[in-house]
Nanobody, 121 residues
Protein backbone atom coordinates (compact mmCIF):
# COMPACT_ATOMS: atom_id res chain seq x y z
CA UNK A 1 0.00 0.00 0.00
CA UNK A 2 1.34 3.38 -1.00
CA UNK A 3 1.98 5.72 1.92
CA UNK A 4 2.86 9.39 1.56
CA UNK A 5 3.81 11.48 4.58
CA UNK A 6 4.23 15.22 4.17
CA UNK A 7 6.14 17.55 6.46
CA UNK A 8 7.59 21.04 6.49
CA UNK A 9 4.49 23.20 6.48
CA UNK A 10 4.07 26.17 8.77
CA UNK A 11 3.34 29.86 9.01
CA UNK A 12 5.48 32.46 7.29
CA UNK A 13 5.26 36.08 6.32
CA UNK A 14 4.90 37.34 2.79
CA UNK A 15 8.11 36.82 0.87
CA UNK A 16 9.25 33.98 3.08
CA UNK A 17 10.21 30.43 2.15
CA UNK A 18 9.30 26.92 3.16
CA UNK A 19 10.49 23.52 2.05
CA UNK A 20 8.00 20.70 2.05
CA UNK A 21 9.09 17.07 2.15
CA UNK A 22 7.21 13.90 1.29
CA UNK A 23 8.40 10.48 2.39
CA UNK A 24 7.00 7.84 0.08
CA UNK A 25 6.80 4.12 0.67
CA UNK A 26 4.87 1.03 -0.26
CA UNK A 27 5.49 0.75 -4.00
CA UNK A 28 7.78 -1.71 -5.72
CA UNK A 29 8.45 0.59 -8.67
CA UNK A 30 8.30 4.35 -8.50
CA UNK A 31 5.32 5.70 -10.46
CA UNK A 32 6.03 7.73 -13.58
CA UNK A 33 4.97 10.96 -11.87
CA UNK A 34 4.84 12.35 -8.36
CA UNK A 35 3.95 15.82 -7.30
CA UNK A 36 2.06 18.26 -5.13
CA UNK A 37 -1.38 19.73 -5.17
CA UNK A 38 -2.96 22.22 -2.81
CA UNK A 39 -6.39 23.12 -1.58
CA UNK A 40 -7.01 26.59 -0.17
CA UNK A 41 -9.83 27.10 2.32
CA UNK A 42 -13.25 26.98 0.62
CA UNK A 43 -11.67 26.41 -2.82
CA UNK A 44 -10.98 23.47 -5.07
CA UNK A 45 -7.77 21.57 -5.57
CA UNK A 46 -4.97 22.93 -7.74
CA UNK A 47 -2.10 20.88 -9.12
CA UNK A 48 1.05 22.77 -8.12
CA UNK A 49 4.08 20.88 -9.39
CA UNK A 50 4.84 17.49 -10.88
CA UNK A 51 8.09 15.67 -11.50
CA UNK A 52 8.53 12.64 -13.69
CA UNK A 53 10.77 9.70 -12.95
CA UNK A 54 13.36 11.05 -15.37
CA UNK A 55 13.31 14.51 -13.85
CA UNK A 56 11.12 16.54 -16.19
CA UNK A 57 8.82 18.94 -14.37
CA UNK A 58 5.49 20.72 -14.73
CA UNK A 59 4.32 23.73 -12.73
CA UNK A 60 1.13 25.66 -12.29
CA UNK A 61 1.40 29.14 -13.81
CA UNK A 62 0.70 30.60 -10.38
CA UNK A 63 3.92 29.19 -8.92
CA UNK A 64 6.34 29.22 -11.85
CA UNK A 65 9.59 30.90 -10.92
CA UNK A 66 8.83 30.67 -7.19
CA UNK A 67 8.43 26.96 -6.45
CA UNK A 68 10.85 24.17 -7.28
CA UNK A 69 10.04 20.47 -7.15
CA UNK A 70 12.80 17.93 -6.72
CA UNK A 71 13.26 14.31 -5.76
CA UNK A 72 15.75 12.06 -4.04
CA UNK A 73 15.07 8.67 -5.52
CA UNK A 74 17.54 6.96 -3.21
CA UNK A 75 15.54 8.17 -0.21
CA UNK A 76 12.11 7.93 -1.86
CA UNK A 77 11.58 11.54 -0.91
CA UNK A 78 9.92 14.37 -2.79
CA UNK A 79 10.50 18.04 -2.05
CA UNK A 80 8.83 21.33 -2.81
CA UNK A 81 10.91 24.45 -2.26
CA UNK A 82 8.60 27.42 -2.00
CA UNK A 83 10.07 30.90 -2.22
CA UNK A 84 8.54 34.37 -2.39
CA UNK A 85 5.41 33.07 -0.70
CA UNK A 86 2.24 35.10 -1.03
CA UNK A 87 -1.05 35.06 0.92
CA UNK A 88 -2.72 33.29 -2.01
CA UNK A 89 -0.34 30.37 -1.46
CA UNK A 90 -2.10 29.64 1.83
CA UNK A 91 -3.50 26.13 1.55
CA UNK A 92 -3.21 22.54 2.63
CA UNK A 93 -0.48 20.99 0.50
CA UNK A 94 -0.66 17.34 -0.45
CA UNK A 95 1.97 15.01 -1.87
CA UNK A 96 0.57 12.77 -4.58
CA UNK A 97 1.42 9.94 -6.93
CA UNK A 98 0.03 9.10 -10.33
CA UNK A 99 -0.88 5.71 -11.77
CA UNK A 100 2.22 3.80 -12.81
CA UNK A 101 2.50 4.97 -16.42
CA UNK A 102 0.47 8.17 -16.39
CA UNK A 103 1.16 11.81 -15.79
CA UNK A 104 -1.99 13.61 -16.86
CA UNK A 105 -2.89 16.90 -15.25
CA UNK A 106 -4.76 16.29 -11.97
CA UNK A 107 -4.48 12.55 -12.66
CA UNK A 108 -3.07 11.56 -9.25
CA UNK A 109 -4.60 8.60 -7.48
CA UNK A 110 -2.87 8.54 -4.06
CA UNK A 111 -2.12 11.37 -1.69
CA UNK A 112 -1.06 11.95 1.87
CA UNK A 113 -2.70 13.67 4.82
CA UNK A 114 -1.34 17.06 3.85
CA UNK A 115 0.65 19.80 5.53
CA UNK A 116 -0.71 23.29 6.15
CA UNK A 117 1.02 26.35 4.73
CA UNK A 118 -0.12 29.76 5.94
CA UNK A 119 1.27 33.00 4.55
CA UNK A 120 0.44 36.20 6.38
CA UNK A 121 0.89 39.77 5.25
Amino acid sequence: QVTLVESGGGSVEVGGSLRLSCAASGYSLRPLCMGWFRQPPTKGREEVAVIARGGSTRYADSVKGRFTISQDNARNTLYLQMDSLQPEDTAMYYCATWPMHECSRDGYNYWGQGTQVTVSS
